[in-house]
């Protein structure tokens, strides 16, 4: 990654604003590491090893420095029309990932969201508002105008509440809880939580034997993990926090993926040592007259 962190500077301006908010969103696709802690104290994955973490906080860092010296650049692909919700969200959630609490870019992204809000279909407001407001809430930006025009739907309509996931409630309600909203938004979507739980018992959040120990009713059962569940709601709407049902099984696919991709890093490194030592063409005459001015 070292060789595009290093032309990505230079390239940025000559991106459409699409391109800048998906390398945006590249960048700061590292920041899941930040989060190994805190899943493996819920025996979800495993820490990320020193080499992986030392990476990853490498090129965080860099993203938020290139994000600041290309601010205005970053703020203008974030007003064209050509970025829709989906894009809006996933740089916005670069933008947590990195820290990068630029306020005018974050005000030009509410303004944007609340406009999509309006006039958005519901199903594809639903599956982009949990990215956009945990991002909010990782940040401590209270999004006030979008936050009020959510409520007002949830009242109104419920938002298609049908179409939120378990994690998109779990990271909603964490979300909430950070941005100090106690509307009709947290209360809908705690209310959805716990009927997911409910209605799909094998659909559990792993939690430690100790927490449940004792707890016979299934309704008491049910709100302590929605309580504990609000925790994993801090990893974002894209983690997966279910429980496999076969922990061997698991734990041998995450395996095999590993040594996968050991195996195609080995594969594109002997590649680019071929590439490296391959004899070079002669230079066209252009080329030659490029290089001497």
């Known amino acids: 990654i070292q060789p595009l962190m290093a032309a990505l500077p230079d390239a940025i301006g000559s991106m459409t604003p699409k391109q800048v908010t998906m390398s945006m969103w590249a960048l700061g696709s590292v920041g899941r590491l930040s989060g190994g802690a805190q899943r493996m104290a819920y025996g979800i994955e495993k820490i990320p090893g020193e080499h992986e973490a030392q990476e990853s906080e490498e090129v965080l860092a860099f993203a938020r420095e290139l994000m600041f010296a290309k601010g205005d650049i970053v703020c203008k692909a974030l007003e064209s029309p050509a970025v829709l919700l989906p894009e809006l969200s996933m740089a916005l959630w670069a933008m947590a990932a990195v820290d990068y609490d630029d306020e005018d870019a974050l005000f030009i992204v509410e303004r944007r969201a609340v406009a999509m809000e309006r006039t958005g279909r519901t199903p594809m407001i639903a599956k982009h508002i949990p990215r956009v407001l945990w991002a909010y809430g ?36 964490w979300a909430c809880n950070e941005l100090e909203e106690y509307g009709a938004l947290p209360q809908y979507v705690e209310a959805k939580a716990r009927q997911i739980f409910l209605n799909q018992p094998k659909y559990e959040i792993d939690l430690p034997q100790v927490y449940l120990e004792g707890l016979t009713d299934r309704h008491d059962r049910v709100e302590l993990m929605v309580q504990k569940g609000v925790a994993l709601g801090a990893l974002g709407v894209d983690a997966d926090i279910r429980v496999p049902q076969d922990r061997e099984a698991f734990i041998q696919r995450a395996e095999q993926a590993q040594k996968e991709a050991i195996r195609h890093h080995e594969k594109y490194k002997n590649q680019r040592e071929h590439l490296e030592n391959a004899p070079r063409l002669p230079l066209l005459p252009a080329q030659q007259e490029f290089q001497e001015r």
Request: hydrophobic share 45%.
């Open 138 to 173: 990782k940040m401590r930006y209270r999004p006030d105008r979008l936050l009020l025009m959510l409520n007002e739907r949830f009242r109104a309509s419920n938002l298609g509440l049908q179409h939120f996931t378990l994690q998109d409630c779990l990271a909603l309600m």
